[in-house]
């Protein structure tokens, strides 16, 4: 067996899976849009194939692999690794874990995805050399993540962190969850979607070519748009990350964090430009 690990970030837009050795240097990706309108068995199915694919054109077997770590946008029971609901993919009280080690024929490891990404940056990234550390992730939805005294925080049935759902507006927009006045209804590709739609049934002019209402917004779409100075791309985006100050001055005030990250595939897109509405 290799000190080479199999990692897979599955989001609601695409799934991505590496390869690293044990120093944590990525030596070979690949990716696949996530089918995401098919049952969690079928995705499963999907995530064993890209793998296949990525081991195949590395000259690796499964068998070669130290571990499987898999990242998935859903808060994760740490008991049974059950999804215990996952907005982004339509998910509720799934036994992913068992689905998963099923279709590899092996033990893989779970935990939530922007869980995954905060103890990344904190081991990693720009949280190293901090104790405590929160961090928020902007793509199809929101998602954050708590480091407390160097470890993370799972909470009971492993559902703390969930900074996307925090409120920040008493009866506001519907989220994904099923709750209202969420943070990641303002913020996060879906929201900016759903109120580019709303704005354009009003009459208001956009260059963003959104598709139908089953359309994913793409990142890259939503950046040029954003960086021609698209006047009602750049209002809903500024509003949707000055939600997100207000979101991140809030857990500022509860935990005193030493260090904030933002990021995320929208935040990587969009650049820095978005840290002033969320300094303001």
Known sequence: MSDTYLGIDLGGTKILAVL?????????????????KEGPKEICTQIRELSDSLLSKSGLSLDKISGIGIAVPSSIDPESGDSLCSPALGWRNIPIKKTLEGVFGREVFLENDVNCGAYAEYRLGAGK?????????????????????????RGV???????????????????GCGSRGCVEAYCSKTAFA????????????????????????????????????????????????RALGVAVANISTILAPQCIVIGGGVVESLGSSVMRPIEE
């Open 20 to 36: 690293a050795d044990a120093n944590s240097k990525v030596v070979a990706r690949a990716k696949d849009k996530t089918r995401y």
């Open 129 to 153: 050399g901090f104790e405590n550390v929160v961090a928020y992730f902007v793509g199809t939805g929101l998602g954050g993540g708590i480091i407390l005294n160097g470890k993370l925080l």
């Open 157 to 175: 049935r492993g559902v703390a962190g969930e900074l996307g759902h925090e409120k920040i507006r008493f009866g506001g927009r519907k989220c």
């Open 194 to 241: 759903k109120k580019l739609r709303k704005e354009i049934k009003k009459g208001r002019k956009t260059s963003l070519k959104l598709g139908d209402e089953n359309s994913r917004l793409k990142s890259s779409a939503l950046t040029e748009a954003f960086a021609s100075g698209d006047e009602l791309v750049l209002e809903i985006v500024n509003d949707g990350f």
